[in-house]
């Protein structure tokens, strides 16, 4: 499947911030702003899947 250079950057975007807000959470494990942390990379991780759909329903070279 070919896809274009925008979907690359949205993605790498987004796996930034969800490693970032992982590798956070396993370092607080067990507090309040680990578990926080943790729920907001599972909301990124959401967002993201919505974003990349999106995506594919509007672009011409990936959809």
Not at 25 to 42: F, I, Q
């Amino acid at each position: 499947m070919r896809t274009c250079h925008r979907l690359h950057r949205i993605r790498s975007g987004f796996e930034q911030d969800i490693l970032y807000l992982k590798n956070y959470a396993e370092r607080k494990a067990g507090t309040a702003t680990g578990k926080s942390s943790a729920k907001h990379a599972d909301t990124m991780r959401q967002n993201m899947a919505r974003a990349l759909s999106s995506h594919f329903e509007h672009c011409p070279e990936c959809g």
